[in-house]
Nanobody, 117 residues
C-alpha cells in the first residue's frame, strides 16, 4: 500500500502558475507509475500527466507544453508544475500511484485548483 498527500492547490489568475506536490508514504523509486488526474464539476476524472518507470512522461493533449510532471526520489515526492493556467484547468487534482504493473492504484485526497480572474 501507499498513502499519498497532495498540496499546492489554490486560486490563481489566468496565465499564472502553480506547483502541486504529492508526498508518498514509501519510496517512489519502487513505484511503477505515478500520475496526476483531475476532475472538474460534472465531468469524469481524467489523466493529466503520468510518469512510468523506464518511460518518458505522458501528458494529456490539453496540457502539453504547459504542465510538467517530475519526481524527487530523495523526497518521495512527485510534482506537477502548471504554467499558463486557463480557466478550464479548474478542477480537483488527484495524485495516483500504481506500485506494480498488475496491481491496484491508490489515490490522494485531492487538492483544489481554481483559475479565475
Amino acid at each position: 500500500q501507499v498513502q499519498l498527500a497532495e498540496s499546492g492547490g489554490g486560486l490563481v489568475q489566468p496565465g499564472g502558475s502553480l506547483r502541486l506536490s504529492c508526498a508518498a508514504s514509501r519510496r517512489i523509486s519502487s513505484i511503477y507509475t505515478m500520475g496526476w488526474y483531475r476532475q472538474a464539476p460534472g465531468k469524469h476524472r481524467e489523466l493529466v500527466a503520468s510518469i512510468t518507470f523506464g518511460s518518458n512522461p505522458n501528458y494529456a493533449d490539453s496540457v502539453k507544453g504547459r504542465f510538467t510532471i517530475s519526481r524527487d526520489n530523495a523526497k518521495n515526492t512527485v510534482f506537477l508544475a502548471m504554467n499558463s493556467l486557463k480557466p478550464e484547468d479548474t478542477a480537483v487534482y488527484y495524485c495516483n500511484a500504481v506500485p506494480s504493473v498488475a496491481g491496484p492504484g491508490y489515490w490522494g485526497q485531492g487538492t483544489q485548483v481554481t483559475v479565475s480572474s
